[in-house]
């Protein structure tokens, strides 16, 4: 049974950082697209970033370009998305996913997240002075 269990939310500071993790289980997270997504109060689900399985190929919304970064490390089957200068209009609920297509890419609309099987329950990021 695939499982993910993101971790790493909480309250920080504007011009804060925080690293997000996302473990996940059931198979190996290498072999198939990730991506992070966010969802605010009142908002519409938001694509962070993801990251394609067949070249490593990395795709970020246009809000958080050059602010987050998102990784993968395959030996502990885990993605992390590293958080820099945040803003208090990145408090949201973040949620990891993944794709169960082998071999499978970040496609033109991966921020809608279509392409994801699996969600993480999510963690809150909440950022305020």
């Known amino acids: 049974q695939v499982q993910l269990v993101e971790s790493g939310g909480g309250l920080v500071q504007p011009g804060g950082s925080l690293r997000l993790s996302c473990a996940v289980s059931?198979?190996?997270?290498?072999?198939?697209?990730q991506g992070w997504f966010r969802q605010a109060p009142g908002k519409e689900r938001e694509g962070v970033s993801c990251?394609?399985?067949?070249?490593?190929?990395?795709y970020y919304g246009d809000s958080v370009k050059g602010r987050f970064t998102i990784s993968r490390d395959n030996a502990k089957n885990t993605v992390y998305l590293q958080m820099n200068s945040l803003k208090a209009e990145d408090t949201a609920v973040y949620y990891c996913?993944?794709?169960?297509?082998?071999?499978?890419?970040?496609?033109?609309?991966?921020?809608?997240?279509?392409?994801?099987?699996?969600w993480g329950t999510g963690t809150l990021v909440t950022v305020s002075s």
């Open positions: 996913a993944t794709s169960w297509i082998p071999g499978s890419s970040c496609g033109s609309s991966w921020d809608l997240g279509d392409d994801m099987d699996s």
């Open positions: 990251i394609s399985s067949s070249d490593g190929s990395i």
């Open positions: 059931g198979f190996p997270l290498n072999y198939y697209a």
